[in-house]
Every structure is written in C-alpha cells, then in structure tokens.
C-alpha cells in the first residue's frame, strides 16, 4: 500500500504533538493485542480450543468443565483424550482427513469408501497404524437399518452409512479382508488392497499410481523429491524409452532417476489389477498382470518382470535418508512385505505426524520450536505403538495457545 498513509490525528496530549500511525502500525498493535489475548487465555479457553481443534465442533458444556478442569491440575493430555470421544472426530475430522488419500484427485469431496472407513477404525481401537499398509484388516458398518451389506465389488454400503448420518464411532467393526474379499491372507495389504484404492490406483496404467500416490500420502513425499540417477537401472522395465524424443540424455538425467527405485518396488503389485467390468480388486497369484509387459518394443533390453518380487534400491544412495528399518531384509514378495517395508520407515512416521499437524493447528511446523516439537510427538508416536490417537492429542494440546 505504498503512497496510502491513514493519519490518525491525535490531539489533547500532554505535549500537544500530533501522532501519525500508518497502515503498519496499526497492524503492530493489533498483533500484539492477539499474541497478548493468546498468552492470558485461561484454562477453560485452552480446553474449548483443543476441543474445536480435535472435534471441529463446541464441546458441550460438561465437557468443557471437565477438560477445564484436566488443564488446570496440569493434565492436558487427559483434556485432549476427552476431545477425542467426540463422534465428530471420527465422523468428520477423520473423515475429511483421510478421505484425499483414496483418489487420484485429492479431493475431500467423495464418499465414505472402505479405505476411509478402515483408517478411522483403526485409529478409534488405537490399532498400530503402521500396520496401515500390510494388515489382513478391513472396517464395515453395522447395526444401522436399511444398509446393503458390503460387497466387494460395491461401495454402497459405505455411501449408505454416510447417507443415513451413522455414527461412525459406534458402528464400524474390525473385520479381516480376506474373509470378505476372498483374497488370500498373504495377498492382503491393508488399505492398499482396499476397493477404492484399486479403483482408483490399479485401474488401467501400470500399478506405478499405486506406487507414487502411497508414497505421497504415506511418506510426505512425490517422486520427484525422491529421484535418484546413482542407482543401477537394471530392473526399469521395457515400456520406458531409453532415450525418450529421440535423446538419451533425457533418460539418463531425469526418467532413471524415478524408475531406478520405483520400478523394482513396484513389482510387489505384479498379479493386482482393478478389473473394471466386475467392479473389484483382481488378485492372480502367480501370474503377472499383462500390464507389467505392454510396450516391450520400447526397449526390448529392459525388464521383463517374472514375478511379484520387489527390492528396496533406495535404501542406498540419497534414499537412506528415508530412515529405513535395519531389521527389514530390504526385499521381499508381494504388497504386504513391501507395505511393511514402507510403514516401518522414519520417513512414514514423519509424514503422520506432519499432516496431523497441518490439520490441527491449520498450518504447517513453521519454526524451529515446531520442528522440535514435531520431533517429539513423532518419537513418542514410534515408541507407542504408533498410536495416530495419541498424535492428535499432543498435536493439539502443542496448538491450543495457536
């Protein structure tokens, strides 16, 4: 606002002098008239905060008094516990949390899915939520009238439970996927075997979504910050061009450094398709979907894959940094070993906590004391077993004065 000054005109004053405040100072005291409204917010303040934070909706008024009442006696935690028995957290907050993690949009705007439904369970029984990635674990609804039961090649029953406003809190029940899918315990993988993530990641292509959008949801991180042209690309298969417009450069400096690590871990999706006419995951053991070999004229020197055998490159290279674990072999077969290969990662453990940062405080760690506190949460979120429960209730309790 260069060349608009308000002048406040000031008269009566001791000296008689004229004060001018520009748009600045006018800012300046309003910040400090927050920052000093934030310090001496009381205890009650601080509860009804960690409340709307946690629930997104006004505690009632026992609530308060006894949220009130944990901060006073210097039991914060013990307020935030309380937050989280609202049904709002599991039926909204949880809801609109997850819910972009299941498309390819990002978006919050779509229905309540099976791959949402088993996150907000899982977190509700306080389940280990690195397993998120590998269980044989899958949540349905009951109890509530008129719903169809669940099908897997449906997502009616989930969008009914949403249309009848059921209390998500109260009906969702722990069941094993396999027993209602039908696919083997072995071939399960948490929700990334579930119904709307294979619509939306093993549809067509060639399960590389599936691949690139766990590790954006899960690890905090898009491929490109993860490339790395060091690692031998000998397991990129024959659909990449080697030397794409013509120009190999172009390989060498950029395509390598993505398919050198996320072509061999990708492998463990080999016998998984989404099969449109039927609506549902597809599992073929021991037969490698035919999308893993189209395009082999691209380059015929390239992968063929055999099998659904993944191995981790990146855990040398710029990737240690990911933190993986040095008690996993770094290899395996199939989604399960390879879901737990990720999950078992700092990186995965550093993620959770940073996106219920972001959404309950409403902003990203911006400073030191964030980072150092987003530290802490994330030391105790590993040591407790990976309690996702319990990082909502310190990330909230860290932003109550916010």
């Not at 949880?94 to 779509?110: D, G, I, M």
């Not at 893993?292 to 993944?310: A, Q, S």
């Not at 994330?378 to 909502?392: C, E």
């Amino acid at each position: 606002m260069s060349g608009h000054r308000i002048d406040l005109r000031v008269t009566g004053t001791a000296s008689g002098r004229r004060h001018v405040f520009t748009f600045a100072t006018a800012a300046l005291v309003a910040l400090a008239s927050t920052v000093a409204g934030t310090a001496l917010a009381g205890p009650r303040e601080q509860a009804k905060r960690i409340h709307d934070r946690i629930a997104g909706v006004p505690p009632s008024a026992q609530v308060l008094t006894q949220m009130e009442a944990d901060i006073v006696a210097g039991r914060p935690i013990d307020a935030a516990n309380r937050a989280l028995q609202s049904s709002a957290f599991y039926s909204v907050t949880l809801k609109n949390f997850v819910a972009p993690w299941t498309n390819r949009e990002q978006s919050v705007f779509v229905p309540l899915n099976d791959y949402t439904a088993t996150v907000i369970g899982m977190v509700r029984d306080d389940e280990p939520f690195n397993t998120v990635l590998s269980a044989d674990v899958l949540y349905t609804g009951q109890g509530v009238s008129g719903v169809a039961g669940f099908s897997p090649a449906s997502n009616d029953h989930y969008e009914q439970l949403e249309a009848r406003g059921a209390d998500l809190k109260a009906v969702l029940v722990k069941q094993q996927q396999s027993a209602l899918t039908g696919l083997p315990a072995a071939a399960t993988a948490g929700v990334l075997t579930s119904r709307a993530a294979s619509q939306s990641f093993f549809i067509a292509g060639t399960n590389r979504a599936m691949f690139r959008f766990t590790l954006m949801n899960h690890m905090c991180r898009d491929l490109e910050q993860v490339m790395d042209t060091t690692r031998p690309p000998d397991r990129v298969r024959q659909d990449v061009s080697r030397s794409p417009g013509g120009d190999a450069r172009i390989f060498l400096n950029s395509c390598i450094g993505c398919h050198t690590g996320m072509d061999p871990l990708t492998q463990a999706f080999a016998y998984y398709t989404y099969d449109e006419t039927a609506g549902r995951l597809a599992y073929t053991a021991g037969q490698v979907q035919p999308k893993y070999l189209k395009d082999p004229d691209n380059f015929k020197p390239g992968y063929v894959t055999r099998d659904d055998r993944w191995d981790n490159y990146w855990r040398k290279g710029n990737n240690q940094l990911l933190g993986w674990d040095a008690g996993l072999p770094g290899s395996g077969s199939g989604a399960k070993s390879m879901g737990q290969e990720l999950a078992s990662s700092d990186a995965f453990a550093q993620c959770q906590v940073e996106k219920v940062f972001k959404a309950v405080c409403f902003r990203a760690p911006g400073n030191a004391t964030d980072r150092a506190r987003v530290q802490s949460i994330k030391g105790a979120f590993k040591t407790n077993n990976y309690s996702l429960k319990r990082v909502f209730a310190e990330t909230a309790v860290y932003c109550m004065g916010d």
